[in-house]
Structure formats: C-alpha cells, structure tokens
C-alpha cells in the first residue's frame, strides 16, 4: 500500500517530476513550494514522508525541519544543493533522516524514499519491549521511554537505539549501525552515525557530555549499556 508523501520544493518543474515518481510508485503526493506551507500541510494533513528542499522561500528547509522535529517525527528526507559534509551534518543535527544533493537522479530518490517507508512501516517481528536499565524501547509501538518519559526519536535515532539495545554492551561499528539506517553513501554517511548518537546521548543520557549509557569505544564504534537502573 502506498504512503502520504508531502513535496516541499520551489522549483515547481522538479517538484512536479517528483510528484509523478511518486504517484508512479504507488504513493499519495501532495506538492507546496514555500516553508511555510510546508509547515502548514503537516500540521494538517500529517504526511508519512516529507520530501524537503532546503532553499525554500518565507522559512528554509533547515529552519522547516528543525521545527518539525519539536513537533513530529515524520520521516524528513532533505533536499539540497549544498554538498559539503559540514552541510550534510548540519542538516542531520536537525533531524533529517536522509540527505540528497543536487542533481540527483530520480530513480535514486525513490530508492531513498521506499528504504524510509519501509523502515518506519514495516511490522515489527518481536511485540516485546526492549529495556535497558533506565531505557525502553517499543518496536511495537515505536516509541522509546527514558525512566518512563516518552521521548522522540527520529525513524533513524529509533533504528540505532532498538538495535544496540537488543544486544546490550555489544560493540557496533559505525558501518554496522549504518546498516540499520536509512543511508545509502557510505563514504559520506558514516559520519553520520556520530550525528545521530550525538542527538540520541542529549535525548538519553543525564549528562550528555559525560554518558553512561551510550560510550563509545574508541577506534571501533560505540555500544549501549544497562547504565543506571
């Protein structure tokens, strides 16, 4: 079954090719062309994946996605020709969940849209709730608690957190947690696991500056512990 996709794109050229992909593959797209509206539409219409330019008018795609995440945790697949990796993470730190440079091919973007769907759609195997001393994590539910206040993830931090808190005090590289997301570039997204244990540590721990939960084990990657029950 497909999904509700929102467009945000001024460049109403591309952001008609991307609602035709989309209708193409099955999904419900619904195309704006400012921040603003963009805002607008989700608070309206609750989208299952916002597709997001970055260079919009009346409100960027950063400062759209960084409210977005106060408010939500749509999946956001960001937009951009700004390919620096400093642009990369500074969009990840916000809360994207994928990152695509112009010009990209559409084929791509697609490949990109249906690994999020299928990620933050598909039915979990295990109903169990996953702890880990002041953590739980429900795959059921999607939802993760610290000491039984609900926090929001994004479907990526939730990808992360789920996997490390299955296998307590095992030790993941940054390839292996890679696997779990929803990134296609390995060259460039690997840095972008640190971004998002970075966010998950302020989400999680006490004190992010001085974690206890979730380490990292220098020269391999990082692991989840009980911590402090």
Not at 67 to 85: F, G, N, Q, W, Y
Request: charged share 30%.
């Amino acid at each position: 079954m497909g999904a509700f996709v929102l467009v945000a794109e001024d460049d109403v050229r591309q952001a008609e090719i991307l609602r035709r992909y989309l209708e193409a593959d099955g999904h419900r797209a619904t195309v704006v062309h400012d921040g603003r509206a963009a805002l607008d539409e989700v608070r309206a219409s609750r989208p299952e994946l916002v597709v997001l330019d970055v260079m919009m008018p009346k409100l960027d795609g950063l400062d759209v996605c960084r409210i977005l995440r106060e408010e939500s945790d749509v999946p956001v697949l960001m937009l951009t020709a700004r390919a620096s990796e400093d642009d990369l993470v500074l969009g990840l730190e916000l809360g994207a969940d994928d990152y695509l440079t112009k010009p990209y091919s559409p084929r791509e973007l697609m490949a990109r849209v249906r690994t999020l769907l299928r990620r933050t759609q598909r039915a979990p195997n295990s109903t169990g709730v996953i702890r880990a001393g002041r953590l739980a994590v429900d795959p059921h539910r999607h939802e993760v608690t610290v000491a039984g206040e609900r926090i929001e993830c994004t479907p990526d931090e939730f990808a992360i957190l789920a996997a490390m808190a299955g296998q307590p005090d095992r030790v993941f590289t940054r390839g292996q947690l890679l696997e779990h997301t929803s990134g296609l570039d390995r060259d460039s997204m690997e840095r972008a696991i640190d971004v998002h244990v970075m966010n998950l540590r302020r989400k999680i721990e006490e004190n992010p500056r001085r974690p206890a939960q979730l380490l990292t084990v220098y020269g391999i990657g990082y692991k989840l512990t009980g911590g402090a029950s």
